[in-house]
């Protein structure tokens, strides 16, 4: 397939690049700096553009058979580019008639908040990082209206632990034996799977140790 990934130079976002990539995916890396990622491969392309500019999104997405989101905003906590290039994403799959799509949010959107623990609910979430929360449940919103094929992927807090697949997934709103942490890699790994699996088509599927 041919695959473009949003947020290509992000820390979930390379590691998603290169596991497409051993898929046997073409992938395009949109990003405001590409060639950041570093990465050689003659099935990878670059896409210099700006994820808040729906002209430059409307371009990229053109001719691809999926796209995967992982988005973030670094060290800001005011940012909307999750939702408003979500937005922009979904638009312009709409526009070129691309249905797949795997977007990263976080656990403890929506239903998964009850995973979460006193120190998440109250401090991180509910204090610290509140802005960047409620723009990923906005961004959820977004992509279950959008009519597309999606996927929702929410891992726990990451770690740059190496992947070892010895995580959860598909876990109930009412699971609470979990650290809610994950290593990168075992995001980047499962968001790769999404593009050619089906079976969490249409949901919002929680991973995390």
């Known amino acids: 397939m041919k695959v473009i990934v949003f947020g ?10 290169e596991e497409l990539l051993k898929a046997g995916h073409a992938v395009t890396a949109f990003a405001r700096t590409p060639a950041k990622l570093e990465i050689k491969d003659p099935k990878l ?9 729906a002209s430059d999104v409307r371009s ?3 001719g691809h058979d999926a796209a995967v989101i992982t ?13 408003k290039g979500t937005l922009n994403v979904i638009n312009a799959m709409q526009a070129h008639g691309v249905r797949r799509l795997v977007c990263q949010s976080t656990l403890g959107a929506h239903e998964s908040w009850s ?3 006193f120190w998440w609910k109250h401090v991180m979430f509910g204090m610290l990082l509140k802005p960047v929360f409620e723009d990923h449940e906005l961004q959820e919103e977004m992509v279950r ?3 597309l094929d999606w996927t929702i992927v929410r891992p726990g807090a990451f770690t740059d632990a190496p992947a070892n697949g010895a995580y959860k997934e598909n876990f109930p709103a009412t699971e609470r034996k979990l650290t809610l942490k994950i290593p990168r890699a075992d995001i980047a790994a499962f968001l790769s799977r999404q593009v050619s699996d ?3 088509l249409g949901r919002a599927v929680s991973i995390s140790n």
């Open 8 to 17: 290509a130079t992000g820390t979930v976002g390379k590691l998603a690049v």
């Open 45 to 53: 392309t670059h896409f210099v553009g700006d994820a808040l500019k």
């Open 60 to 62: 990229a997405v053109k």
């Open 71 to 83: 988005l973030g905003s670094g060290m800001s906590r005011k940012s909307i580019v999750r939702s």
């Open 115 to 117: 995973n979460l623990n």
């Open 145 to 147: 209206a959008s009519g």
């Open 198 to 200: 089906a079976s969490y």
